[in-house]
């Protein structure tokens, strides 16, 4: 029977690497103690388009060396973002999934999803491609306290 398990080089599916001064130092850091994680989408200008994807990961990966560590990009769905969007950045093999942020839910979300029914053609190219969707499931309501937003959710 086995008493112990060491994991060598975990995965973190939620990470903020952030961007400018502070990213070398948090790569440093993330690569010290991941072998891959999923790089959060929500920097200033969000992570929006393929392009945007693909400049981000070569800021980051200037910062790791790319045999013992990965950094698998998301898409930061909004209003806008298209169907034909979604197929590019699959195809590209670069974007492992997309993050729905609620438009206001939490720090850098102001170009998040103001009305799930304006991302519905994200969604379907999301699923007949096989690219996982991520939710930051919290209300935005401000009559919900704090710490229940994420308790009651989004777009109950």
Known sequence: ????????LPD?????????DVLPEIVKH???????????PNIKPPVRTLEEAQAYHSRIMAH?????FQALMTLYLTDATT?????????????HACKL?????????EFGVTDIAKVKPA??????????????????????????????????
């Open 30 to 40: 993330a690569a010290r103690s991941f072998g891959r994680l999923i790089a959060m």
């Open 64 to 68: 790791a060396d790319p045999t013992v």
């Open 123 to 156: 969604l379907a190219a999301m699923a007949e491609v096989g690219l996982p969707l991520l939710v930051h499931g919290e209300v935005v309501d401000t009559a919900v306290d704090v710490f229940d937003r994420e308790k009651v959710g989004c777009w109950n």
């Open 101 to 109: 942020y609620p438009a206001g839910a939490t720090t850098n979300s």
């Open 12 to 20: 973190d599916f939620h990470h903020h690497l952030r961007d400018g």
């Open 1 to 8: 029977m086995v008493d112990s398990l060491e994991l060598l």
């Open 83 to 95: 169907r034909e969007e979604i197929v590019r950045a699959h195809a590209s093999g670069l974007v």
